[in-house]
């Protein structure tokens, strides 16, 4: 199973939602369901068919595997929550296609919130 490597950035606060740490660098699946379904069976996601790892997965991904309190403040409707800025390789992720982004191994994301309070 081929895999992808990526170097995942937070900052302007979201590092507390994962473990106060500010740099992560992640491998998920090259190919994952086009399902994302909870309720499949196993042979039923195995059996599903697959589409390259995009930054719409990574996002869930994220919240299901190094997210650590107040999903909400993270995800909302499916994507990042307002107020999130995402990067790409230093370009902001609506240039790329959004979520629909393929990611490629060695890409570096960063997530920048810029909701503060005053």
């Not at 606060?13 to 992640?26: A, D």
């Not at 599903?48 to 995800?75: C, G």
Request: charged fraction near 25%; charge should be negative.
């Amino acid at each position: 199973m081929s895999t992808v490597s990526i170097k995942i950035e937070f900052g302007g606060g979201l590092e507390l939602l994962f473990s106060n740490q500010r740099s992560h660098r992640v491998t998920i699946p090259a190919l994952v369901p086009t399902s994302t379904s909870k309720t499949e069976s196993a042979a039923e996601r195995a059996d599903a068919p697959e589409k390259p790892a995009d930054l719409a997965y990574l996002v869930f991904w994220l919240r299901d595997n190094l997210l650590k309190e107040r999903a909400e403040l993270f995800v909302e409707n499916g994507t990042v929550r307002p107020g999130i800025l995402v990067l790409v390789n230093d370009a902001d992720w609506e240039l790329e296609g959004e979520g629909e982004y393929e990611l490629k191994d060695g890409d570096e994301i960063v997530f920048i919130s810029t909701l503060h309070g005053g």
